[in-house]
C-alpha cells in the first residue's frame, strides 16, 4: 500500500455532491481526472437499490470537471456534467457545513459522520489556517 503524503496545495473549493439529488448514473465518476469519486449502493430490501455517487473529499482537487467540462473561449455553450444538477463546488473553508446536508440515507450519514463530516472539517481548518 502506498504510503499516503500530505497535500501539497488545498484547493479553493472542493465538489460535493447532494446524494438526495443523485440517480448514481456515473458521469461524474466517469470524467473525474483523479478518480475521487466512486458510486455508493445500498440494497433497501424489497424496494430496490438506492443509489448515488460520493466525492473522496482527500482526493479531490477542485477542478470542477464534474461539474461542467471545459469550453474553449470561442465556444459559448458550457456542457454540464451532471444531468440532476447535483455536484457543486464547495469552498474549503465552509465543506463541513454543506458535508453535513449532504442528504441520502440518514443512517449511511450517521455511520459514516467521522469520515465525511470530520474530513471536511480537517480540511476546512487547514484551509482557514493556511
Known amino acids: 500500500m502506498a504510503?499516503?503524503?500530505p497535500r501539497k496545495k488545498l484547493p479553493k473549493s472542493i465538489a460535493v455532491i447532494n446524494a438526495?439529488?443523485?440517480t448514481g448514473c456515473e458521469?461524474?465518476?466517469?470524467?473525474?481526472?483523479?478518480?475521487?469519486?466512486s458510486l455508493n449502493e445500498r440494497q433497501m430490501g424489497v424496494r430496490g437499490?438506492?443509489?448515488?455517487?460520493?466525492?473522496?473529499f482527500e482526493r479531490c482537487v477542485g477542478?470542477?470537471?464534474?461539474?461542467?467540462?471545459?469550453?474553449?473561449?470561442?465556444?459559448?455553450?458550457?456542457?454540464t456534467v451532471c444531468p440532476w444538477?447535483?455536484?457543486?463546488?464547495?469552498?474549503?473553508?465552509?465543506?463541513?457545513?454543506?458535508?453535513?446536508q449532504i442528504g441520502g440515507p440518514p443512517?449511511?450519514?450517521?455511520?459514516?459522520w467521522d469520515r465525511l463530516v470530520g474530513t471536511a472539517q480537517h480540511l476546512a481548518?487547514?484551509?482557514?489556517?493556511?
Not at 437499490?49 to 473522496?56: G, I, P, R
Not at 477542478?63 to 456542457?79: R, S
Not at 444538477?85 to 453535513?100: K, N, Y
Not at 481548518?125 to 493556511?130: M, P, R
Request: with cysteine; glycine share 2%.
Open 3 to 5: 504510503k499516503k503524503k
Open 20 to 22: 438526495d439529488n443523485c
Open 27 to 37: 458521469s461524474c465518476v466517469e470524467v473525474c481526472p483523479v478518480d475521487c469519486i
Open 49 to 56: 437499490v438506492q443509489a448515488w455517487c460520493e466525492v473522496d
Open 63 to 79: 477542478c470542477e470537471v464534474c461539474v461542467h467540462i471545459p469550453k474553449k473561449k470561442t465556444d459559448p455553450y458550457e456542457l
Open 85 to 100: 444538477d447535483a455536484i457543486e463546488m464547495v469552498p474549503t473553508e465552509q465543506l463541513a457545513v454543506v458535508v453535513a
Open 107 to 112: 443512517d449511511y450519514l450517521e455511520e459514516n
Open 125 to 130: 481548518e487547514l484551509k482557514a489556517g493556511g
